[in-house]
């Protein structure tokens, strides 16, 4: 007698150590990240946030949810501070520099507008 391919549901999973992961919904994201449900199903609409598809819906993992914060997370400046004894030299900003070769100037000339041009069926009856 041939096995059937796909075990019956009522069938024990083989290994059940495995267990599936958690999955979120976008309004549970959005109380957890302290933002709107309709954020989180915007960035995940425009693919800017990690995210799994469940037919129509939207679902987030612990790790989705983890690297959503890693993504949006600011670190501070390279630039150790400096001790407050010892003075930095200020910086001038950067000024422009103008070239002496100036490019002659084009005057544009304006088009008439569509409705003061005459039809080419002439004027309704």
């Given amino acids: 007698m041939n096995r059937p391919a796909i075990p019956p549901a009522s069938t024990p999973t083989p290994r059940p150590d495995a267990a599936l992961p ?10 957890v990240l302290g933002c709107s449900a309709w954020w989180v199903k915007d960035r995940a609409r425009r693919r800017l946030i990690p995210f799994t598809r469940v ?7 612990d790790d989705h949810l983890a690297e959503i ?7 501070p400046a390279r630039n150790p501070q400096r001790p ?10 950067a000024t422009r520099q103008r ?3 100036a490019l002659p100037t084009v005057r544009l000339k304006a088009r008439p507008p ?12």
Avoid: N
């Fill in 69 to 75: 914060v890693r993504m949006h997370e600011e670190r």
């Fill in 99 to 101: 070239t002496e070769t």
């Fill in 84 to 93: 407050s004894g010892i003075a930095v030299p200020a910086r001038k900003p």
């Fill in 55 to 61: 037919g129509r819906a939207y679902r987030f993992s």
């Fill in 114 to 125: 569509r409705r003061l041009v005459k039809s080419q069926y002439g004027t309704a009856a």
């Fill in 22 to 31: 958690r999955l979120y919904l976008p309004e549970e994201v959005a109380a």
